[in-house]
């Protein structure tokens, strides 16, 4: 109740109505979403619209919530700014459906000004056209504010975005709330890739194999989920998600963006990833902060604006995306590392899965926080979406993949020692579908303390032991251990049996 004794509104009925405010445009086309933004447009030699924002990562620093923060009268006063300014300018509404498993479908709604129609474009191409049902999400993408502030109501389904025209915090918006709603379910949220395997096993069977890849940006999530490889029929291998989904206890794994996919491109090479690269150079690609020239060349190796230049491309241009974006069984993880003391793959125990998920070790890339690019970074889950416990979310990834009889794995797509030794994709891509052949033959190596293979088929993995590209390498590797069981000390809600598992 208010102090005038009337019953206050839900926070989101304060938004305006787009099928009846005059300051609406409500869910415009494609083509009119393009049109509106012509004036931000240069046209690639492709056909394709490229845009250059002026914020080119997510504000991680700037954001809060109110579960994991607490909300002063200023917070509370930048959500009601962003719902009121919705209401005063000339407004864009765009309805998406998010997923599409019966229990992990939403409706989101994004509002953003005209003038930054680009942004809805962006992420319009990203989801699947609504079908008529009252959303379930809604996000006020402001970038025109005067002062840059995220802040996520969860429980009301609602994200002011103020101050900042980066695409990726409309994207994430929605996908926080996705994760967080899936673990109202009793499941996870993940910050993960999918793919569906299907291979001859070392009796010449077919088995399908469902694979989830967990790691942070600019780590080979995309390239190893959307990787092909190289699988001739009746063999194949299927991209199902590139970067959020779910996991519920009954092992499904639904998806969340239904129509695109929103990589990276700075290093983008036709001949290591001629399917990305394809439909990044197709005309229904959109481009975002990518080096374009006036005349449309476009160079994916220039860093002009930033590292973490993207595109939007379409699920359907890539040969290996499935028409389906559910998993329906969950039957291997690999968290993906780029530590160089780290073997190419290593596999783990429930235990040691769930250290590998707190850890969630890789390197910091431009798209967190770009003044640390390169540098070693450990994100819970490799997720800086999550809402709630860290802590917590590792002990009930641990209780999934133990009800589930998940098999685990840490794989590094980086280099070992002082770069003495590269895992290339190819390396990578080999190891994973040995893996789901289940034909690699494994160890429990006592120098390194880990079980890693002793064969893998296709692969010299006696070239690739970690302890003959480290000088001292002992010395370095009980460090990291040391350095590891302190971070997992730091999370008091995280089992001491899981603790104990650091390897």
Known sequence: ????????????????????????????????????????????????????????????????NTVDDEFTADDHGLVDDAIDRAADREMLCVDRLMGRHP????????FVPVDHARIALAWANLFEPTDGREPDLYTVQDPDYDETAIRVLPDEGFTAVLGSDYTGEAKKSFLRLFMYRIKEQGGLGLHAGSKRVRVRDADGDLRDVGQVFMGLSATGKSTLTSHGCWLEEPEDAKMLQDDVCGLLPDGSVPGSEGEGLFIKTIGLDEDEQPELYAAATDESAILENVAVDDDGTVDFDDDEYTSNSRAIVQREELESADEEIDLDRIDQVFFITRNPLMPPVSKLDDEEAAVAFMLGESIETSAGDPSRAGESIRVVGTNPFIIGSEGEEGNIFRDLIDELDVECYVINTGYLGEKSQDIGVEESVTILTETARDTIEWTDDDRTELT?????????????????????????????RAERRAYLDSFDDLREEIRDAVY
């Open 452 to 480: 890693i293979p002793e064969s893998v088929p296709g692969l010299e993995i006696e070239d690739y032991y970690v302890p003959d590209h480290v000088d001292d390498y002992d010395d370095a590797a009980a460090e990291l």
């Open 1 to 64: 109740m208010s102090e005038t004794g009337a019953e206050t509104r839900p926070l989101v009925r304060q938004l305006p109505d787009p099928k009846t405010a005059s300051n609406v445009r409500y869910n415009p086309s494609l083509e009119e979403l393009r049109d509106l933004a012509t004036d931000d447009e240069t046209t690639t030699a492709f056909g394709s619209p490229s845009y250059v924002s002026e914020y080119r990562s997510r504000s991680a620093d700037r954001t809060k």
């Open 103 to 110: 229990d992990a479908t939403f409706c989101c709604r994004l």
